[in-house]
């Protein structure tokens, strides 16, 4: 549903609450205030977002596929914070499977703007393995120093540590290993 059309029915709701309350009908009138709060909750909160995150906690990947795709239009649909974890989702939804295009929608999740600092960290962090993949090792660096200053909790250390890992494997000297390239472009 369109950001206005929650506007408008909230809108109508109200009205009809004021309806109630000059027919001194005050229950009705106080429930159709209630009923009328849903829309204007849901216009801050996407319903579809909501469960999206529900069912990225449970790890429910096709779940969390079925909802995303309920946002037909992310940009008629979403304010612009919701946009950013629309395509921050996205890109977790990408990242087991297409790396590219999972670097495409985290990099317009910052753009956009992500709130928490701990999702910029995860965000920089699948920025810094797509960079690692194509062989540019100076901006996976750069990209894994940002993420481990975002990663507050330290809830990230044990992956900046492997990729760190992975980075050393990966360039000997000025050579490029083709094998470690050659797995995440598929």
Do not use: V
């Not at 670097?103 to 753009?111: F, H, L, R, S, T």
Request: net charge positive.
């Amino acid at each position: 549903m369109k950001k206005s059309t929650k506007i408008l029915f909230s809108l109508f709701i109200f009205i009809g609450s004021i309806y109630f309350f000059w027919n001194k009908n005050y229950l009705l009138g106080i429930i159709l205030i209630i009923f009328g709060l849903f829309p204007i909750f849901f216009y801050f909160r996407n319903e579809f977002l909501l469960l999206a995150f529900f069912k990225i906690k449970k790890k429910n990947m096709k779940g969390l596929k079925k909802s995303l795709d309920c946002i037909k239009n992310p940009k008629l649909q979403l304010t612009k914070n919701q946009i950013a974890y629309y395509y921050f989702l996205r890109g977790i939804l990408y990242s087991e499977s297409n790396i590219h295009q999972s670097e495409n929608y985290m990099q317009k999740a910052i753009d956009f703007g992500l709130k928490f600092k701990q999702n910029i960290a995860i965000a920089k962090l699948n920025l810094a393995i797509y960079s690692l993949s194509i062989g540019n090792k100076k901006k996976a660096e750069l990209l894994l120093s940002e993420a481990k200053k975002m990663d507050i909790r330290g809830l990230l250390h044990d992956q900046i540590q492997i990729i760190k890992i992975q980075m050393k494997k990966m360039n000997l000297g000025d050579k490029q290993n083709p094998y470690i390239r050659k797995n995440y472009l598929k």
